[in-house]
């Protein structure tokens, strides 16, 4: 009998969807790319038919699979411009499949990077990094936090080498619809108490009655599918609200950076006509 440990639970669906989507812009999508991003892919390794799953149907998916690849350059930029004015602490709060510190090798090696996610999932990383070559170098932070038994976050950050009195960024995306409205004050209230000068990115889904008429009908079959994950969506923000939060929460300075500025941003030279889908808008506060 067997005494090896049974396998990491891999990434759940939606990081595991995410990551097939940055791929499948590149693959099927018309350069220039918004993003390059196949690493995921290769940490998945799914089965050689995994673009003919209904999740990945080319047209169907385009405007999601934009919307993903949207918010990821958003996010890489900002990283790029902290970086740049000396912010060295960068923080992923529900890390999932994140691929940057092996994409952009150049620029993680001037952060320290702090990946927080579930014990499990970080394990199944750390093994599949290893496996494919790329390692998880002295900067690269994998710190598992079981929320489930309502582990602390802020105590594992701290315990990786996290210094809280130095400035960080510090990002969180495609999380804030599955916490409680308390839940998400309470991170904000804890991300606001960060030295001056650091700054948050969080993104959130707006009620359907703000989304595109287009749109509306995908946003119900995500949440169902969400439903049948056991990942229930539990909270939509009008804008003012998550402002509102922001504020009270403590921060200096609080903006709203709608999905619709990032999609003329990123896609409106394109020939293709490939637009991301509307719901999903930024919080971008500072300390």
Not at 104 to 118: F, G, K, S
Not at 141 to 169: K, Q, Y
Not at 226 to 243: C, I, N, Q, R
Request: glycine share 6%; with cysteine; aromatic share 8%.
């Amino acid at each position: 009998m067997s005494t090896q440990p049974p396998p990491a639970p891999a990434p759940d669906n939606t990081a595991e969807r995410c990551a097939l989507w940055r791929a499948m812009h590149v693959q099927v999508d018309e350069a220039p790319h918004v993003l390059e991003d196949e690493v995921g892919l290769r940490l998945l390794a799914p089965a050689p038919d995994w673009r003919e799953r209904p999740d990945m149907e080319p047209t169907s998916t385009r405007g999601f699979r934009a919307a993903m690849v949207s918010r990821a350059r958003f996010i890489e930029d900002l990283v790029e411009r902290e970086s740049e004015r000396g912010v060295d602490q960068y923080v992923i709060l529900g890390a999932g499949l994140d691929t940057l510190a092996q994409r952009r090798p150049e620029l993680a090696a001037r952060l320290d990077i702090y990946e927080v996610d579930q014990p499990g999932p970080q394990s199944w990383k750390r093994a599949r990094l290893e496996a494919l070559g790329y390692g998880v170098p002295p900067r690269l932070h994998l710190v598992p936090v079981d929320f489930e038994a309502r582990e602390s976050w802020w105590d594992g950050l701290t315990a990786a080498g996290f210094d809280p009195r130095r400035p960080a960024l510090v990002v969180s995306t495609g999380v804030a619809m599955y916490l409680t409205r308390e839940a998400t004050a309470a991170t904000l209230e804890q991300i606001a108490k960060l030295a001056p000068g650091s700054t948050l990115a969080l993104s959130f889904i707006l009620p359907a009655d703000l989304l595109d008429e287009a749109d509306r009908s995908g946003m119900e079959t995500s949440k169902k599918g969400a439903s049948a994950s056991g990942t229930l969506f539990l909270s939509f923000y009008v804008p003012e609200d998550m402002l509102t939060l922001a504020h009270e929460a403590g921060f200096a300075t609080t903006r709203h950076i709608p999905g619709t500025e990032l999609a003329t941003r990123y896609f409106t030279a394109r020939t293709d006509a490939l637009r991301p889908s509307s719901g999903e808008d930024f919080l971008v506060a500072t300390t």
